[in-house]
């Protein structure tokens, strides 16, 4: 039994952490009749998406729009006042989204070295959060993300949209009811073919960017004309490559299908190995996690060879296997016999959604940053293994490496001065 109301307020917000209490994170003043007025922070080609869509959600209002360049900046505006909402305000430092009284959430879409930091102070504020994938750039910040959420009561949603499309939250469904029996292993890829980075050149950051702010928490490095927008991914200092990329998408499914939480061990195949460029996380990368009951995930992903046309999942049970492919599913016996095949919608809408509902204290979120935050440290894991080439020993009670100080010295990074994450 709990008592004083401390403990009571810890329990709630550890419980909308999780999203196991609906209601307890609404914004003040936010009621079910009343739109949710959102922040955007980074507006690439993923933000700027997401704040279009947001725009045409009925009881949502995109008020502002944030980014350290101002071209993308401009772009993002003009692309939510085309979908129907009003032209939102323009800010190029996402601090001044924190400021604003208007706002109940923020959606953040920045590179992902600013992901764990700008949620963390935006709980602070009093601000709901929608953050893309990866959650953190390190296992550290995932823990303080949790911490954060649960503290100041905020619904935070990690946007693996896949856990809110109907027809794989029903083939989760099959697969918790038994459709394959036990399931015990699935393997998941994700390929792509990108083109070389090539060796960049230090040289003046372009007059359209806050480089500075770009960098943010982030150790500072001279500006190279082969670092943004995009390729920033494959340095450590900024990215987590092609697994926190989109990997987490796919182990984030896997994890749910199979029921299980933290590994017992990690091992990492694979390495830098097509291109001759600056690129410093592997472009070829094979990770298998190993968990308590018998059970496995193996994530295959090629930076460089888009080759592989099946399934992104495949589930496989003592009575048959199960495929997700797109929005869809598709169920076999043990003889390879079809039993079942679905298609379906996937999209962002239904995620950004089930976020607003959740904000507004009407459902929980599908993807609360208390399991978002376990799927990326799968990403984490896969990524110390490779740098330190070797397998690793995890704690399931809490996903920590054990008996490691190599790998246990990469569970957070340095910051820039002003800028560590707390809680």
């Known amino acids: 039994m709990m008592t004083g109301s401390l403990k009571r307020r ?78 939102p305000a323009t800010e190029g430092d996402f601090r001044r989204l924190l400021d604003r009284r208007d706002l109940d959430a923020i959606v953040i879409a920045a590179a992902d070295h600013w992901h764990a930091p700008a949620t963390i102070l935006a709980c602070a504020a009093g601000k709901h959060v929608y953050v893309e994938k990866p959650c953190s750039h390190n296992p550290r910040e995932g823990e303080l993300m949790v911490e954060a959420a649960a503290r100041h009561e905020r619904v935070v949603q990690l946007g693996t949209q896949r856990r809110s499309w109907p027809k794989v939250r029903e083939a989760i469904d099959q697969l918790h009811e038994g459709a394959i029996g036990r399931p015990y292993f699935a393997v998941c890829r994700y390929h792509n073919n990108r083109p070389s980075i090539g060796h960049g050149k230090e040289c003046p950051a372009p007059e359209w960017l806050d480089y500075e702010l770009w960098q943010g928490p982030a ?22 490559g092609e697994i926190g990329n989109n990997g987490v998408h796919y182990l984030d499914v896997c994890r ?10 990690v091992s990492s195949g694979g390495g ?37 046309s099946g399934p992104e999942m495949v589930f496989y049970g003592d009575k048959g296997a199960l495929a997700i492919s797109g929005a869809g599913y598709s169920i076999v016996d043990p003889s390879g016999k079809p039993v079942r095949k679905e298609s379906g919608e996937g999209g962002d809408v239904v995620h950004l959604t089930n976020f607003l509902d959740a904000v507004r204290g009407g459902t929980s979120p599908h993807a609360p940053i208390a399991e978002g935050s376990i799927s990326t440290l799968l990403c984490h894991l896969g990524n110390i ?14 996903g920590h490496v054990l008996d490691d100080p190599d790998a246990r010295s990469l569970w957070s990074r340095e910051y820039a001065p002003g800028w560590e994450p707390k809680v």
Not at 219 to 240: A, K, M
Not at 256 to 265: A, D, K, M, Q
Not at 392 to 397: E, G, H, N, S
């Open 219 to 240: 150790p500072r490095r001279p500006f190279r004309d082969n670092i943004l927008h995009y390729n920033w991914h494959w340095f450590w200092n900024w990215g987590t």
């Open 385 to 398: 293994a490779h740098r330190v080439g070797r397998s690793l020993r995890i704690d399931p009670k809490d």
């Open 272 to 308: 830098h190995d097509v291109h001759d460029d600056d690129q410093e996380t592997p472009d070829t990368h094979v990770v298998t996690f190993d968990f308590d009951g018998r059970r496995s995930i193996t994530f295959e992903g090629l930076s460089c060879g888009e080759y592989h």
């Open 10 to 87: 810890e329990f709630l917000g550890m419980a909308a952490a999780a999203g196991l209490v609906p209601g307890v994170s609404r914004a003040k003043g936010t009621v079910a009749n009343e739109p949710v007025v959102l922040g955007v922070m980074g507006t690439g080609g993923r933000g700027t998406e997401l704040a279009r869509e947001l725009a045409g959600i009925p009881g949502a209002s995109v008020a502002a729009v944030c980014d350290v360049d101002r071209r993308r900046v401009a772009r993002a505006a003009e692309a939510v006042a085309k979908a129907g909402g009003k032209t």
């Open 256 to 265: 749910w299908g199979l029921g299980v939480s933290y590994p017992t061990r």
